[in-house]
């Protein structure tokens, strides 16, 4: 048969040539040689045989029995598709398009793919389909797309037909069409294309075009990544951290995240970041967190830079860095990141990593509110709240809050119905505010649940309700909130809204003290001084937490440990002690510290007998309204026994109050009528002073005291001067306060 060819061949036959070119090439009959190959297809070539001219050039562009020679290639290559060689005209479109051997030039690219695609060439018609979807080489024409797209799929083109799934999914070229799509999808999955089975996954994941069916899904998503298709390993490790159509499994979802993510697929890298950052399938591990979500940032992906400012701003893994944080955060808010937004806004409200910038904070909350984001409405509802970088403006305020407080944002939902219980910005509404403290309240925010208790307690907008009140403040107190623990604390001491119990009353004063509250020390120090109906007083404990309260400047703590050491109550006697209670009491004007300082200098208990001190802090003390003070003052001057301040006994002297219960400034008119007598007493005192102007100046101010209360005078036959014991001192049975809060000057 060769020998035929060969005789042929020499004979010129072009068709001989090029056969006998073939079996040179192949091996054929024939042993293999290149070279002759070369020799028997150029001789066929240059009788303008265009298969022949095709098969020349592509020796030429390998370098098969020939130098490697693009030019030569070329040349060959254009004079086979110039004869209209189909595959001539293809590979002319592979050169020009990769500029191998001539100048890339995507126009001719495309003129070339056409001419072959015009004769049925199906990689040149999926790759004109192509062109024509970029707009390369081409204007781009989606119509033009799918037609070509179209052709390669009926001849059987696999990536031509994922294409053309592409197209109906997305209307390009063509209506949508998702069961079309999938059908395309389906026929490319089938023969094994990882892209397809991917598609195909996702339609059955979606319901798109299909019924949605999780197993069918995971079918196909394990076939794409079996084949190591990064997205197909993505998305099976997102089934199994979402537990969807199968159990979840985070430590299934590490291993094909890990997969997805050596390939570089950014969301993979994101995700499996956020595995080792919150420990889910792996432990906890901040540096390869980092790590992961650098590179996934460096990618671009505005979630992972939002983290990396995260991880910056709150130190977690390396040190804390606000200048780093706001890089992040400004380079995932350029994209639009709402989060990031947000907290790029805080870092210039805040003025960290940043200058603070109230309009530059205010304008991306803005931009975060209008992507939806809950927490950029509320802070913008807290700016035009308190006017920080705006001018204060309670409307707004409310709007940015509702919008927040409908996407169930707590603080927004808990801060409207603070604006409807005081009527900031509208109309007070009990009923409204109630409605956003339940909203919040049923979320958790203890805040609101305070409220709650105490419109349940007051009846503020609805009828008394003290058990839901005390319930309400229940659940505020065990979440720590101070106001609450205090209000039980009383309220338990008192016996009001709920049935009296002492240990539960020192179980939450103890609660606030122990987050600090100086009220909560100082209740529990008097708690402790007069016991329960059961249980007996504790001093020790009294004075323990006396001293913590006065230690915070707490004023009425100050008086009762001067009080508690100037008469040995549960403590050894010391009136140096008690001399320097007093005065730290009385430099923060307390009345009764004062009036008890002056009697100490006055009769020189715990320190150097200094009448002129003493008459210095009686004097001060009976302008605060310190009733004995001004009799001491009188005593002084008449230079009789000095007597210390004495509750009972003034509310009796100045009352007819009989009752040993202590008397409280709240509990008018007998404080007014005490600071009334006062002035007056004081007035008797300033009476033989050279100058009328202070003396003028009490005698008005008790004389207006009087007009407000309408009571008669004492008179000066009823003072009491101690109580028998020749010490000087009243009785101290108590302190000065009463109701639920305590004032600062006791």
């Known amino acids: 048969m060769h020998e035929y060819l060969i005789e042929k061949a020499n004979q010129g036959d072009a068709e001989s040539q090029l056969q006998l070119g073939y079996l040179y090439g192949r091996g054929q009959d024939l042993q293999q040689d290149d070279k002759l190959a070369v020799f028997w297809c150029t001789k066929a070539a240059d009788q303008e045989h265009s298969e022949a001219q095709y098969l020349v050039g592509s020796c030429y562009f390998v370098g098969r029995g020939v130098s490697l020679d693009y030019q030569k290639a070329y040349c060959w290559y254009l004079k086979s598709a110039e004869h209209g060689y189909s595959e001539a005209q293809y590979q002319l479109g592979q050169i020009f398009a990769s500029g191998q051997g001539v100048p890339q030039d995507d126009q001719k690219s495309a003129y070339w793919y056409s001419a072959a695609a015009e004769q049925g060439h199906v990689e040149a018609q999926f790759l004109l389909g192509q062109r024509y979807a970029r707009g390369q080489g081409v204007p781009q024409d989606y119509q033009k797309s799918f037609y070509f797209y179209t052709q390669a799929s009926e001849q059987g083109h696999v990536y031509a037909q994922l294409f053309l799934g592409i197209c109906y999914e997305f209307g390009q070229g063509v209506p949508t069409d998702h069961q079309k799509a999938f059908a395309w999808y389906f026929k490319s999955a089938e023969l094994g294309v990882a892209i397809s089975q991917y598609f195909l996954g996702r339609c059955y994941f979606e319901g798109q075009g299909v019924a949605r069916n999780f197993n069918n899904s995971f079918k196909w998503y394990s076939k794409a990544a079996e084949q190591g298709y990064a997205s197909a390993q993505y998305a099976i490790g997102l089934m199994h951290a979402e537990g969807k159509g199968l159990q979840q499994d985070y430590k299934q979802a590490v291993y094909w995240y890990s997969k997805a993510a050596e390939q570089g697929d950014v969301n993979s890298q994101y995700l499996l970041g956020s595995c080792y950052f919150y420990g ?405 005192y300033d009476d033989s002073k050279e100058s009328d102007d202070e003396y003028d100046e009490y005698f008005y101010q008790a004389k207006d005291m009087r007009s407000e209360i309408n009571f008669d005078f004492v008179s000066d036959e009823e003072n009491i001067t101690g109580d028998g014991d020749g010490d000087g001192y009243g009785d101290h049975d108590g302190d000065s306060f009463g109701g639920h809060y305590q004032d600062d000057d006791g």
């Open 280 to 684: 889910r399938g792996v432990g906890i591990d901040y540096q390869k967190a980092f790590g992961l979500y650098s590179k996934a940032a460096e990618q671009g992906l505005s979630g992972a830079e939002y983290l990396l400012g995260l991880m910056y701003a709150e130190g977690k893994g390396l040190q804390q860095d606000y200048k780093q944080a706001v890089y992040w955060y400004s380079k995932a808010a350029e994209q639009g990141h709402s989060k990031a937004e947000f907290r790029l806004g805080k870092c210039f409200a805040a003025g960290c990593g940043v200058q603070r910038d109230y309009e530059r904070a205010l304008y991306l909350f803005s931009q975060a509110a209008e992507k939806g984001y809950a927490e950029a409405k509320a802070s913008l509802g807290e700016m035009y709240e308190a006017g920080q970088g705006v001018e204060q403006d309670y409307q707004k305020a409310i709007s940015c809050y509702s919008q927040a407080a409908k996407q169930g944002h707590v603080f927004a939902q808990y801060s409207l119905g603070i604006l409807y219980f005081y009527g900031r910005g509208v109309s007070q509404n009990c009923q409204e505010s109630a409605c956003w403290f339940y909203d919040a309240a049923y979320q958790g925010h203890a805040g609101a649940q305070f409220y709650l208790g105490l419109i349940n307690a007051e009846g503020i907008g609805f009828s008394h309700d003290f058990q839901l009140a005390v319930e309400w403040y229940t659940k505020a107190a065990e979440q720590g909130y101070l106001d609450a623990q205090m209000v039980l604390g009383e309220e338990y001491r008192d016996g009001n809204i709920v049935r009296y119990s002492y240990s539960k009353a020192i179980y939450w004063f103890t609660r606030a003290a122990e987050q600090g509250h100086a009220d909560a020390k100082y209740n529990l120090g008097l708690m402790y001084i007069e016991g329960g109906r059961l249980e007996p007083p504790c001093y020790r404990k009294a004075t323990y937490w006396h001293i913590e309260a006065a230690e915070q400047g707490h004023t009425g703590a100050q008086f009762f440990l001067g009080m508690i050491y100037s008469e040995g109550q549960g403590v050894s006697r010391n009136y140096h002690e008690a001399l320097y209670w007093y005065t730290k009491a009385a430099e923060q004007e307390h009345a009764d510290a004062q009036n008890n300082l002056g009697v100490m200098y006055a009769i020189g208990k715990g320190g150097q007998h200094d009448v002129k001190m003493g008459s210095y802090w009686c004097t001060k003390a009976a302008i605060l309204g310190c009733a004995y003070a001004a009799h001491n003052l009188r005593l002084m001057h008449a230079e009789e026994q000095v007597v210390p301040q004495d509750h009972s006994r003034a509310a009796f002297k100045y009352t007819g109050y009989k009752g040993s219960q202590l008397v409280s400034r709240f509990n008018q008119p007998f404080s007014r009528r005490a600071e009334s007598n006062a002035y007056t007493d004081l007035c008797d």
